[in-house]
């Protein structure tokens, strides 16, 4: 078990530029959820996937932001234009099953992409 | 304002020390975890409690769960420089779509 993979692990861009964070989740995991962490708000959720599907994005900040999923094994974060209140540390994480249908599922965190717009 | 309010926000002690700290709501929880999180990685699962008055240990780490759900503790006997760490609660309300919801969090440093 590889866990959960996001790449890159530090991203450095200038303001205005478009920015793609990517997520692997854990194999056989059907929930996707992408978090931002600052010092200021701490961990805020952003959007959930079930099943490849957007369930909930009603944490994205912006229409700047985006979310997909095009299969079990992959999702993208992009932010297009990149401001630098985006700055933060992007996490994606995976767990089994949902909230609502199993209490005791955790959530398995990649280590976070520290994103620093200029 | 945080759905989850976590106390002290810091905390520095000896080797050796006891500790507690506090994650706290108005809200009811469904279930509530706790999670460590180290410099440079993300959140690592604790535990989770579900039911009120639950009381969980692991090894020198005792969680509690309060009667109404609503309140959890931490607490951890002769701490040592390896409990290091941001420690965060999370919790699942109706209040807030059953989405898992986290505290600010508490960081912890013990010095050896």
């Known amino acids: 078990d590889a866990g959960v993979i996001q790449s890159p692990r530090h991203e450095v861009t200038e303001m205005g530029q478009e920015v793609t964070l990517r997520c692997k989740p854990i194999?056989?995991?059907?929930?996707l959820f992408w978090y931002r962490q600052t010092m200021m708000r701490g961990l805020e959720l952003l959007i959930y996937?079930?099943?490849?599907?957007?369930?909930?994005d009603s944490g994205m900040p912006e229409d700047r932001f985006s979310a997909k999923m095009p299969n079990a094994s992959f999702s993208t974060l992009k932010i297009q234009p990149s401001e630098p209140r985006d700055s933060a540390v992007y996490f994606c994480?995976?767990?089994?099953?949902?909230?609502?249908?199993?209490?005791?599922?955790?959530?398995?965190f990649g280590n976070g992409t520290r994103l620093t717009v200029t | 304002t945080q759905l989850l309010e976590q106390s002290p926000q810091f905390l520095s002690i000896q080797e050796g020390e006891n500790l507690t700290v506090y994650c706290n709501s108005s809200?009811?929880?469904?279930?509530l975890q706790w999670y460590r999180q180290e410099p440079g990685e993300g959140p690592v699962l604790l535990v989770t409690?579900?039911?009120?008055?639950e009381v969980k240990k692991l090894k020198r780490l005792t969680f509690q769960f309060g009667d109404a759900r609503k309140d959890s503790s931490l607490h951890i006997t002769a701490a040592q420089p390896g409990d290091t760490g941001l420690y965060l609660c999370?919790?699942?309300?109706?209040?807030?779509?059953?989405?898992?919801?986290f505290g600010a969090g508490t960081i912890l440093r013990v010095k050896s």
């Open positions: 409690v579900v039911t009120g008055g």
């Open positions: 994480a995976s767990s089994r099953t949902g909230t609502r249908s199993s209490y005791n599922s955790p959530l398995h």
């Open positions: 999370a919790g699942v309300s109706r209040e807030y779509g059953n989405k898992l919801v």
């Open positions: 809200s009811v929880f469904s279930s």
């Open positions: 194999s056989g995991h059907d929930y």
């Open positions: 996937f079930n099943n490849n599907v957007p369930i909930d």
